[in-house]
C-alpha cells in the first residue's frame, strides 16, 4: 500500500463475499425483502384507515391496530435487522457456516410466525414503542424466535468477522464500521436482558413492554445509524463520487458512533429501570449522541456528490437513494428537535429517519444484485424508483408534522384523529397522499429486485 493511499482514499466498497458468506448474504435478503412484502400488504390499509374521506369507508379502528403491529415490526424490526445480516455476512469468513445458518432458520421462522398469529387469533394489540406487541402466546413464541436468531446471528459476527487489518485502509475502515455495529448489537441484547432482570413490581401491560424494549429499542438505533454511514460510503463510491477521506478519520467517526451505546450499561449501573431518570437518559443518549459521526460525514458525502456532477446511467439509481437518504435523515433529524407531546410530529420525526435507513438499503441491494450473482436492475424506471419513494416519504413526512403542529394525536386512526380544522385535515391528506406515492415506489422497488432475483430461464 502507498503512503498516498494510506493517507486519503476513494474506494469505500466492501470485499466480494465467499461462496459461503454469498449464500447467507443471499438468505437475509431474502428475508428482508420478505418482510417488506408482508409489511406493505398492512401498510396500504393502515394509510387509507388515516386518509381524510377514505377513512369513513374503513370503520376497523381495531384492525389499524392489528395492522400497525405487525407492519411496525416487519418494516422495521425485521427488515432492518434482516439487513443487518447482510452486511454482517458478507463480511464474514467461511468459518462456522452451521452457526450461522442457525440463526438464519430462527429468525426465518420467528417471521413466519409472526406473520401468521393474526390468523390465529392474535389480537389485543400494545402500541409500545419500538417493538409493539400482540397479546397472544403465538406471537410471543414468533418474536422469540426472531430474537434468539439475532442474538446467533450477533454472536457469529463477533467471532468470525473479517478483520479490520493491520494498516487501517479505506475498506478496513468499512469493516470497523460494521464490527462497531455488532458491538453495539451485543450491548442492545444485554440492555433488553437488563430490562427484563430490573422490572419494577408495578409495570403491567403496555407499560411492561413499554420499559422492557425502551433501552435496547433506543440502543438499536446507534446500529442503524452505524450501518446507514457505511453503506452511504459504498454508494458513494460506487456511483462514481471521489470521496477523498483518510481512513483513519472514517475509523475516528465510526468510534464517535460507538461511544454513546458503550454508556448504555451505565444507565442500568445509575438509575432503576422504569424511573424518570432512566427513560430520560436513553432519550438524551439517542438525541444528542445519535449524530455525531452523521453530520460531518455527510457533509463530505455531499461534496463529492457535488464535486463529481451527474452519474452513469448504470449506477444512477445508487446516486438516487445515496442522496434522498442524506436528505430524509437530516429533515428527519431536524423535526426531532420540534417535537412537543404525544402527536404525529413524533412519527414524522422517526419516519425520516427509518427511512433514510432504508433508501441507503435500497441502493446497496441495486448495487450488491450482480455481486451475489444476480440480474443487474438497470433502466429508467430503476433510477426512477428511489426518487418516487423519496419525493413520497417527503410528503408523508411533512404531513405528519404539519399535522402535529396543530394537535393531531399519533396512533389514532378514523374519527378518532379528531380532524376538525382546514390545517389538520390538510395536512393529513398530503401525508396520505405522500403515503400512497411511498407505497408505489416501495412496490416498485422490490418488483425490480424481485425481477431481478428471479431464475432466468435457460434456452435449450
Not at 85 to 92: A, D, E, K, Q, R
Not at 95 to 109: H, V
Not at 434 to 445: M, P, T, Y
Amino acid at each position: 500500500m502507498s503512503l498516498t493511499n494510506s493517507i486519503t482514499s476513494s474506494d469505500f466498497s466492501l470485499d466480494s463475499p465467499g461462496p459461503v458468506a454469498r449464500r447467507l448474504a443471499i438468505g437475509w435478503l431474502t428475508l428482508a425483502l420478505s418482510s417488506l412484502v408482508i409489511g406493505g400488504i398492512f401498510t396500504i390499509l393502515i394509510v387509507l384507515s388515516r386518509t381524510p374521506w377514505v377513512q369513513d369507508f374503513i370503520p376497523w379502528v381495531d384492525f389499524f391496530h392489528i395492522a400497525l403491529v405487525v407492519h411496525v415490526d416487519m418494516t422495521v424490526l425485521v427488515w432492518f435487522l434482516s439487513f443487518a445480516g447482510v452486511f454482517w455476512s458478507i463480511n464474514s469468513s467461511e468459518k462456522s457456516p452451521a452457526l450461522a445458518g442457525l440463526a438464519q432458520i430462527l429468525c426465518f421462522s420467528g417471521t413466519i410466525v409472526i406473520a401468521l398469529s393474526p390468523f390465529f387469533g392474535a389480537g389485543d394489540p400494545l402500541m409500545n414503542n419500538y417493538v409493539p406487541v400482540l397479546q397472544h402466546p403465538m406471537f410471543f413464541v414468533g418474536l422469540g424466535l426472531f430474537g434468539l436468531g439475532f442474538s446467533v446471528l450477533v454472536l457469529h459476527g463477533l467471532m468470525f468477522s473479517r478483520p479490520v487489518g493491520r494498516f487501517i485502509s479505506s475498506t478496513g475502515a468499512q469493516k470497523f464500521g460494521l464490527y462497531t455495529a455488532l458491538i453495539i448489537a451485543f450491548i442492545s441484547i444485554f440492555s433488553l436482558l437488563a430490562s427484563w432482570y430490573g422490572m419494577p413490581e408495578f409495570a403491567q401491560g403496555q407499560t411492561f413492554f413499554e420499559l422492557l424494549f425502551w433501552g435496547s429499542g433506543h440502543t438499536i438505533q446507534f446500529i442503524h445509524v452505524q450501518l446507514m454511514l457505511v453503506a452511504w460510503m459504498w454508494l458513494a463510491t460506487c456511483s462514481s463520487s471521489r470521496l477523498r477521506l483518510n481512513p483513519r478519520l472514517v475509523l475516528v467517526l465510526f468510534a464517535l458512533g460507538l461511544l454513546p451505546a458503550l454508556l448504555t450499561p451505565l444507565i442500568y449501573v445509575v438509575y432503576e429501570v422504569g424511573s424518570a431518570a432512566h427513560l430520560l437518559s436513553f432519550t438524551s443518549l439517542m438525541q444528542f449522541g445519535g449524530g455525531l459521526a452523521v453530520l460531518p460525514l455527510a457533509l463530505m458525502v455531499v461534496i463529492a456528490l457535488i464535486k463529481s456532477g451527474r452519474a452513469h446511467e448504470d449506477v444512477r439509481a445508487e446516486r438516487n437513494a445515496l442522496v434522498f437518504s442524506i436528505i430524509l435523515f437530516g429533515v428527519g433529524g431536524i423535526i426531532g428537535f420540534m417535537i412537543q407531546g404525544s402527536n404525529v410530529t413524533v412519527p414524522a420525526h422517526y419516519h425520516g429517519s427509518i427511512v433514510a435507513v432504508t433508501l441507503a438499503y435500497m441502493g446497496v441491494t441495486y448495487h450488491l444484485l450482480p455481486v451475489l450473482g444476480f440480474k443487474k436492475p438497470t433502466g429508467k424506471m430503476v433510477s426512477r424508483q428511489p426518487i418516487i419513494y423519496g419525493v413520497g416519504q417527503l410528503m408523508h413526512v411533512f404531513g405528519l408534522a404539519w399535522s402535529g403542529g396543530y394537535g393531531v394525536q399519533r396512533k389514532t386512526a378514523g374519527s378518532d384523529q379528531g380532524l376538525e380544522g382546514i390545517q389538520q385535515i390538510a395536512g393529513m391528506g398530503i401525508m396520505g397522499l405522500g403515503g400512497l406515492i411511498a407505497i408505489i415506489g416501495g412496490v416498485l422497488f422490490l418488483v425490480i429486485v424481485i425481477k431481478a432475483m428471479w431464475p432466468q430461464k435457460v434456452a435449450i
